[in-house]
């Protein structure tokens, strides 16, 4: 078998006006994400961890922000389009452990609902993808509420 991991990271601002999207669900907050799409942080950076495993470029090659295609596009279809592109290389999804850093809302109780939410996606057990958050412990631009990053790292195979 062909085992292969990546990598991804993605980071957007945080500001009034925006609806919260992350992980394929939506947060009731004050502020949501600032981006080309719905920016969810999370299913972005495991786009990329996917595609960085499988030596298919990032998130920005295949869905470029310059694209109106993909203006305000739910992340939930770029996800099932990224799973599909690493299929036709003949990959599959061993597992994913993620984490977002923001500084609120709280997490954990949305954690369950994620991971159902990109299985579905992905058309895996929930059980394969992990989902931790974090703070950034009051410093930086996440730390003050700027913004919100997601981390993730995707095992693959042939």
């Known amino acids: 078998m062909d085992f292969r991991v990546g990598f991804g990271f993605d980071t ?3 500001v009034e006006g925006r609806e919260l999207w992350l992980g394929g669900i939506k947060i009731e907050h004050n502020k949501g994400a600032l981006g080309h799409s719905d920016a969810d942080v999370l299913i972005h950076a495991i786009c990329d ?5 499988a030596n298919l470029r990032d998130i920005g090659f295949h869905f470029s922000n310059t694209d109106a295609r993909w203006k305000s596009i739910d992340s939930k279809i770029l996800l099932k389009e990224t799973n599909s592109i690493i299929q036709n290389k ?3 999804i061993t597992n994913i452990d993620a984490t977002l850093c923001l500084e609120e809302p709280k997490i954990n109780p949305h954690i369950e609902k994620m991971q159902d939410s990109l299985a579905d996606c992905l058309k895996i057990e929930s059980d394969r993808i992990s ?5 950034n412990e009051h410093m930086g631009y996440v730390g003050r509420k700027e913004g919100v990053n997601a981390y993730a790292v995707a095992l693959i195979y042939k």
């Open 131 to 135: 989902i931790k958050a974090t703070t």
């Open 90 to 92: 003949g990959f599959k």
């Open 49 to 53: 961890a996917l595609l960085g495993a």
């Open 12 to 14: 957007h601002e945080l």
